[in-house]
């Protein structure tokens, strides 16, 4: 994706592992107009393109390099957890109900929770887990 945005927008990502914003983009006011266009506009020259994927993480990535926001903090975790089904380090601890996407260096008590892979799927403890918090 890196050398996709270099090549369709000649934007230089100089940090391979940079997290985007993965859970999502907060707009407060009339400032921030010129991001989403340009996010917008980004979003809407992809689809056009065979070599790119219709989704919008590639033109966030690229907009917030090149409104210089690279630097700017992520919401924590808790707010939008990303449950990935093959992510190794993804542990749960149901009894404190807390939950680690890195062996327990850190965890969270999510909000909100992004299951990315095996959506439903009954023999997965964290699925599991979720399924109990909501019922």
């Given at each position: 994706?890196?050398?996709?945005?270099?090549?369709?927008?000649?934007?230089?990502?100089?940090?391979?592992?940079?997290?985007?914003?993965n859970?999502?983009?907060?707009?407060?006011?009339?400032?921030?107009?010129?991001?989403?266009?340009?996010?917008?506009?980004?979003?809407?020259?992809?689809?056009?393109?065979?070599?790119?994927?219709?989704r919008?993480?590639?033109?966030?990535?690229?907009?917030?390099?090149?409104?210089?926001?690279?630097?700017?903090?992520?919401?924590?975790?808790?707010?939008?957890?990303?449950?990935?089904?093959?992510?190794?380090?993804?542990?749960?601890?149901?009894?404190?109900?807390?939950?680690?996407?890195?062996?327990?260096?850190?965890?969270?008590?999510?909000?909100?929770?992004?299951?990315?892979?095996?959506?439903?799927?009954q023999?997965?403890?964290?699925?599991?887990?979720?399924?109990?918090?909501?019922?």
């Amino acid at each position: 994706m890196l050398l996709q945005i270099a090549e369709t927008f000649e934007i230089s990502i100089k940090e391979k592992n940079w997290q985007h914003w993965n859970g999502g983009v907060f707009l407060f006011n009339h400032e921030s107009d010129g991001f989403l266009n340009a996010w917008h506009q980004k979003t809407m020259h992809i689809f056009s393109l065979t070599n790119w994927k219709t989704r919008d993480q590639g033109t966030l990535i690229a907009t917030a390099w090149e409104f210089r926001l690279n630097k700017h903090p992520t919401l924590s975790k808790k707010w939008n957890f990303i449950a990935d089904y093959y992510k190794k380090s993804l542990k749960l601890n149901s009894n404190e109900g807390l939950i680690t996407d890195d062996d327990f260096k850190t965890s969270y008590k999510p909000i909100f929770m992004h299951v990315y892979h095996h959506w439903g799927k009954q023999d997965w403890d964290v699925w599991q887990w979720i399924e109990n918090r909501i019922s």
